[in-house]
């Protein structure tokens, strides 16, 4: 009995494996628009797909962000600069993109700019802070979606939204895990709306990996910039020792070994070119091994995990 089983379970990862291993045909014909390209993943997707052929427009937030990236790349990739958060800016790159496609459509958009801070307990955060993150990882991505979708339909290809494992477990305050749950929502009701046409949709789900968004720095200095702004009762019920704690805390999401962030970027590689493109990638160890269970476990066992990981306020029953 264990023994079918066991051969059961290899053949359909041996199907599995085979059916993602088809790749679709005239890549070098294919545009693939990448936003947030300055740095981090979608940096490296760039020169990535542009060393495999594929036609890259990279939308960076700055003028030398762009310049960096032509000059580490070919002649075939081309930059625009793009701010999510600005509506003039996406009509501006939709035209953009409209002129380089032409009749051939948006083969791949990957939605990938997104910012981490601030990040604090929401007590210590206001409205604006919410709006701040969410306007660029959530709207920022609806906007720019809904912008160039007509140019993904004609292509028949592929959308790319770059969530997160902090999209299935909220681990932290703020806008941040907020616009990953967002982007998990509308990714979910898009796939379904655009199976019809023959768009496909993919989430992308990395782990921890170190980027310019988790530099330690920007963490700590993020949260001790919430921290100065929170208000005086804020303050006394969290206590002044309590910023320093937290910083230490949130050294158990980062992972114990370095990630390679390839792992990334060859899920949002294998999503713009695979006949069968997953639903959701989950990327890096710690996604796979430890938050992607933790994201199926009982909110009791979650929420002692996280109780037990994070410091206590001072004025805590
Ligand atoms: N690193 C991780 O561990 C991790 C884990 C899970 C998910 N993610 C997600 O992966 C994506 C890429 O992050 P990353 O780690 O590669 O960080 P990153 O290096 O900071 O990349 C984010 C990019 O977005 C750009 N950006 C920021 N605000 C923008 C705006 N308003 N309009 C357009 N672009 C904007 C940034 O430009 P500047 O560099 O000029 O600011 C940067 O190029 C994000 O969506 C992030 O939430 C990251």
Not at 136 to 162: D, F, K, Y
Not at 211 to 239: C, H, L
Request: hydrophobic share 40%.
């Amino acid at each position: 009995m264990w023994l079918y089983l066991a051969v059961l379970v290899g053949l359909y990862y041996l199907l599995r494996w085979y059916r993602e291993r088809q790749v679709v045909s005239h890549l070098r014909d294919k545009y693939v628009f990448i936003t947030g390209c300055d740095s981090g993943f979608g940096n490296l997707l760039a020169r990535q797909l542009d060393l495999r052929g594929l036609r890259v427009l990279a939308a960076c937030l700055t003028e030398k962000g762009a310049e960096q990236l032509r000059d580490q790349t070919s002649d075939m990739l081309e930059t625009v600069i793009l701010d999510v958060t600005k509506t003039e800016s996406i009509a501006a790159a939709t035209q953009w993109v409209k002129e380089h496609t032409g009749d051939r459509g948006l083969w791949g958009l990957v939605n990938n700019a997104g910012i981490f801070m601030p990040t604090a307990p929401n007590e210590w955060l206001t409205k604006q802070d919410f709006m701040k993150i969410l306007n660029v990882n959530l709207l920022g991505t609806i906007e720019v979606t809904l912008s160039l979708l007509p140019l993904v339909r004609r292509a028949r290809g592929r959308v790319v939204n770059v969530s997160s494992i902090m999209g299935r477990v909220s681990f932290l305050g703020g806008g941040y895990c907020i616009s990953k749950y967002g982007v998990e929502a509308f990714s979910d009701s898009l796939r379904r709306e655009l199976c019809h046409f023959g768009v496909k949709v993919a989430i992308i789900e990395p782990g921890s990996f170190m980027t310019p968004m988790t530099m330690n720095e920007r963490i700590s200095q993020g949260f001790q910039e919430a921290w100065d702004r929170a208000t005086p009762d804020v303050k006394e019920i969290y206590g002044e020792k309590f910023p320093a704690s937290l910083i230490k805390s949130t050294e158990i999401l980062k992972p114990k070994w370095p990630q390679n962030v390839s792992l990334v970027t060859d899920c949002m590689e294998h999503a713009l070119t695979s006949c069968h493109p997953r639903t959701r990638y989950s990327a890096g160890w710690d996604a796979k091994l430890f938050y992607l269970p933790m994201s199926y476990m009982p909110s009791l066992l979650v929420d002692l995990m996280i109780y037990w990981s994070c410091p206590r306020p001072a004025k805590a029953l």
